[in-house]
């Protein structure tokens, strides 16, 4: 199951090699030119960026074949398909396989990043994302590991019960880091003109606004902004704005230290 669900190894190259990409391009053209590549609270996001880069996937394998195996005895009880041998699309082309997933895979992921903004215990999880200050590419990693348990591994689950083939598993991975590291790149672009379909930074960037983030927030879309055009939870103002301030209201409560972030909001130390 281990090395069906995520190639580890696989990935953490990928996840390198997209960095540097989005890291070069930010050098090359910077939206807000005053931002510096060095800036504060770096290191603390480069400990994101291996911490969940790397063991994401193994929390992932993990949690998924956990959970498919409480999941068999329950459906053959029920005396229906345990959830292995549905693979209803195990036999259709990479590329078909590819798309269904995506689509399947991105759709979860925006309906539980509207939960993470909605249910106020999910939220507490879902801030050390939001206490991002100054949006760079670094940022699309530093998110809590409960998300990787609440998160991550049930949007997966649902391509391993319908028979994913696991190349197709980490090609998606590597598309959806690079599109997420795009979104909170200092790059000033969409996607011409298929801005209402792939997500971009100048969409992702009101994510972040502290003004709306104080209404719920917009732009929940993750790989694809398709959802939040269909579902009126989207924001792009014409004029290439940007937001004055990124985070959350009464930010400076909130934990610095990354031991602090890493257990909150389970216990709370200085
Ligand atoms: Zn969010
Ligand atoms: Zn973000």
Redesign the pocket.
Known sequence: MLHILWDTRGYFFWLMAVSLFCWILERLAPWRTEQKAFRRQIGQDFFWLVFNGHYAGVALAFVSSWLIQQLNPLFGKWNVPPPESIRLLADSPWWAQFIVFLLLKDFLEYIVHNLLHRLPILWEFHKL?HS?EELDWI??MRFHWMEIVVYKAFTYLPLVMLGVNGNVILWIAVVSTLIGHL??SNLNFNWGFLRYVINSPRM?VW??DVILRGQHGKNFGVVLCLWDWLFGTAYLPADQDQPEKLGFESMEKFPKTLLSRLVYPLFKVK
């Open positions: 994302h991002i940022g699309n979104n909170h992702h994510h972040h």
